[in-house]
């Protein structure tokens, strides 16, 4: 069972910059993904980094050049550096992680979720 918590969102304005986090723990497969998603209200959660064990790393393009995706492995915390941000941002932000995902924005391919972290852009 792999346990996910989320970290560092916040409040700032337009073109500011947070970092979020999210600590895993438990057993993972050496054969995974992780993932941030964001959910705004009334929208569908929708995709917005992953990165795989094989390498992969994937942004939505609304995000790439302002987000970076990383992981500390020593820590077992995943990381977004969001940069330059704007209030269509603004969402509840998850971390997730899933060891048979087919395409790394479906949220159903994930099995493991973090309980989210508000990030609110003016």
């Known amino acids: 069972h792999v346990q996910l918590v989320e970290s560092g969102g916040g409040s700032v304005q337009a073109g500011g910059s947070l970092r979020l986090s999210c600590a895993a723990s438990g057993y993972i497969k050496r054969r995974y993904c992780m993932g941030w998603f964001r959910q705004a209200p009334g929208k569908e959660r929708e995709g917005v980094a992953a990165?795989?064990?094989?390498?992969?790393?994937v942004y939505v393009p609304s995000v790439k050049g302002r987000f970076t995706i990383s992981q500390d492995n020593a820590k077992n915390t995943l990381y977004l550096q969001m940069n330059s941000l704007k209030p269509e941002d603004t969402a509840m932000y998850y971390c997730?992680?899933?060891?048979?995902?087919?395409?790394?924005?479906?949220?159903?391919?994930?099995?493991?979720w973090g309980q989210g972290t508000q990030v609110t852009v003016s």
């Open positions: 990165m795989c064990s094989d390498g992969t790393l």
């Open positions: 997730a992680a899933g060891s048979r995902i087919r395409a790394w924005s479906r949220a159903a391919d994930y099995d493991y």
